[in-house]
């Protein structure tokens, strides 16, 4: 399997969360085909758990796309309806212990960079989908978690082996899905990585510390529409509504113990200076260091959503968009990486820990883990990065592929009982 040319590939057909019916197409094709048990869509995802699902029509176009590009037609429609995860399970020659290495696959709807210094223009494997790029390294994440796949098909070992393949990591919209569906609830250990994240390259991290909980929310405010200059009186000004709200959110006091974040993000509504606005919606999110602050933030935040509404005669709706929870390495997995990544002879910096100061759904799953016996820890592996993540200009070092695949192959085979 060449990893470098799998990214490439991937990065040119870049799919935001519960689009990512090419990608996961891929991902279960070449998971068949290594003999691996998979499980895809609807059997590894709960429903009512995915976190601000796109409208109807984009993902049909999506997924209509996925197949004109050369997706399976029989196995991208049924991930319709944005049902992309992938589970593929590997049982040993005898019990032991399960152990889970988790990869997230979406893009970001960011318009990656035309400047002909930029790598992935210069070498032809720029986004095909203008306005969608990979601006994180997901595409590094499920090329590397193809090549081990494929390198321990060929591997004895005792106990089981799970790869999960997550959607829409980004705004912490998929996790929370796979967790409800129970996929997590048998994994004894729990690997989760990321490429990057400020470390260069050669550095590798055990463990990562200063996860944000996060709750992003959606809020439609409804009110009555009337002409502004002949019966204002009439109408129920919902955009003046969500302006209230957006004020006082931001006007929020921080908290003395912990580090708090607030951001109104999106703001629209209304259709012509004279015309009251009926409707204004609002996309926001709240952030904390500890879970606990984060769920007494958003009740605030609520409260002002709500309170604002009734200021002036609205309704208004709320609705979870996306989620993160705070969580903690355990230091039995921090120091086997450490040791295992001293090993490879090819880091020449190994730490136990690296602060993430963001938000990160796999924190769902290292919690749910945890709360039944396992252990679980987040990695992060240090690559050169043309810019900084989330720009139309970043790109990641590919020596770092080949190098993480070996890496976490000793992991795993370390942990599951040869």
């Known amino acids: 399997m060449d990893i470098c040319a799998l990214r490439r590939d991937l990065h040119q057909h870049p799919e935001v969360g519960f689009t990512e019916f090419r990608t996961a197409t891929i991902v279960v094709e070449q998971l068949l085909s290594l003999g691996y048990d998979v499980r895809f869509g609807r ?90 790029m990979h601006a994180c390294g997901h595409d590094g994440h499920t090329a590397i978690g193809l090549a081990l796949a494929k390198q321990l098909s060929e591997q004895p070992f005792q106990g089981t082996l799970k790869l999960i393949f997550q959607p829409a990591e980004e705004g912490g919209r998929g996790a929370r ?21 400020d470390l260069p390259l050669g550095w590798m991290s055990g463990g990562a510390t200063e996860f944000l909980a996060s709750t992003k929310l959606s809020a439609h405010f409804q009110g009555v529409s009337a002409h502004a200059a002949a019966a204002p009186e009439k109408g129920k000004n919902a955009l003046l509504g969500a302006a209230t709200a957006l004020l006082n959110i931001h006007a929020l006091p921080r908290y003395s113990t912990d580090a708090t974040r607030v951001n109104v993000g999106v703001l629209e509504g209304g259709t012509a200076a004279n015309i009251i606005p009926d ?11 500890t879970y606990e602050v984060n769920l007494d933030l958003e009740r605030r935040v ?8 009734a200021m002036h005669g609205l309704s208004c709706d709320i609705e979870v968009i996306g989620e993160a929870a705070t969580a903690t390495c355990d230091k039995d997995l921090i120091h086997l990486a450490m040791d295992q990544a001293k090993a490879t002879e090819w880091f020449t910096h190994v730490v136990d820990s690296h602060p993430m100061r963001a938000s990160e759904d796999a924190t769902l799953m290292m919690r749910r883990v945890q709360e039944r016996g396992g252990q679980a820890t987040y990695m992060v592996l240090g690559t050169s990065i043309a810019a900084p993540h989330h720009n139309p200009a970043f790109d990641i070092d590919e020596t770092i592929l080949p190098v993480a695949v070996c890496f976490l192959g000793r992991l795993a085979m370390h942990t599951l009982l040869s």
Do not use: K, W
């Open 302 to 309: 609520r409260d002002i959503l709500t309170h604002s509404a």
């Open 177 to 197: 899905s796979m967790v409800d569906q129970g996929e997590l609830d048998d994994v004894d250990r729990l690997f989760c990585f990321h490429l990057g994240l």
């Open 279 to 289: 409707s204004a919606r609002m996309v926001l999110e709240c952030r904390a260091s």
């Open 43 to 132: 059997d590894v995802m709960e429903p009512s758990s995915r976190r601000g699902l796109p409208s109807e029509s984009e993902l049909d176009h999506a997924l209509s796309r996925a197949i004109a590009d050369g997706a399976s037609e029989a196995i991208a429609s049924q991930m319709a309806g944005g049902f992309t995860g992938v589970v593929a399970t590997r049982r040993g020659t005898a019990p032991g212990p399960t152990v889970a290495f988790r990869f997230d696959m979406d893009a970001l709807p960011i318009l990656e960079s035309q400047d002909t210094s930029h790598l992935p223009q210069a070498e032809g494997f720029r986004s095909a989908y203008d306005g969608n």
